[in-house]
C-alpha cells in the first residue's frame, strides 16, 4: 500500500497557526462600548425632540403629540436622505441641521378630525423670530398618525 501524502509535515505551519490570536476580551470591550455609545445615542437622541408648542387643541393627548413630532421629524429626515441618495451633500446638510432645530409652532384643528400643524425653526434675525420649515396636514387612522400631504 503507497502511503498518502496527507499529514502535514511538522516544519510547515498549519491554518490554525498562520492566524494571528484574537483576545476575546478585546472583541468583547468593543462590542460593549459600541452597544453603550447605540444607546447614548438613541438617549440624546430622544432629548432633542421638539417641544410641544402652546396651541395644542385639548383633544390630543401627550402620546398623540409624541406621535405627530415624530412624523415631522421623519419627514425632514427622509427629505433629507433623499438629497443625499441625488448627491446634494449641501442640501442633506441643511436638513440635518434643521433636523434639531425644527419645532411645532402653530397646531391647528380643521374640525374635520385632520390638523395642520407647522413646523418652523426659530432665527432671533428673522423678521418674524423665526423661518418657516414645513407644514403638513396629519389624520388619525386605525389609531395611527399619517401626513396626508406636507407642503
Known amino acids: 500500500m503507497a502511503k498518502s501524502n496527507t ?3 511538522p516544519d510547515q505551519p498549519t491554518l490554525e ?3 494571528p490570536a ?3 476580551g478585546i472583541v468583547r470591550s468593543l462590542l460593549i462600548l459600541s452597544i453603550a455609545v447605540v444607546v447614548t445615542v438613541l438617549y440624546l437622541w430622544h432629548l432633542l425632540l421638539p417641544d410641544p408648542p402652546d396651541s395644542i387643541p385639548g383633544t ?5 403629540q409624541s406621535q405627530i413630532a415624530r412624523l415631522c421629524r421623519q419627514h425632514t429626515i427622509r427629505w433629507a436622505v ?5 448627491g446634494d451633500f449641501r442640501a442633506f446638510g441643511y436638513g440635518a441641521n ?3 432645530q425644527q419645532k411645532i409652532h402653530r397646531f391647528i384643528d380643521d374640525k374635520d378630525g385632520t390638523y395642520r400643524i407647522y413646523v418652523v425653526v426659530y432665527d432671533k434675525s428673522a423678521p418674524d423670530g423665526f423661518n418657516p420649515w414645513s407644514r403638513h396636514q396629519v389624520v388619525k387612522t386605525n389609531g395611527h398618525w399619517t ?3 406636507s407642503y
Open 17 to 19: 497557526q498562520n492566524r
Open 60 to 64: 390630543l393627548t401627550q402620546r398623540d
Open 82 to 86: 433623499d438629497r443625499l441618495r441625488s
Open 22 to 24: 484574537r483576545p476575546r
Open 147 to 149: 401626513m396626508l400631504r
Open 7 to 9: 499529514r502535514v509535515k
Open 98 to 100: 434643521r433636523l434639531f
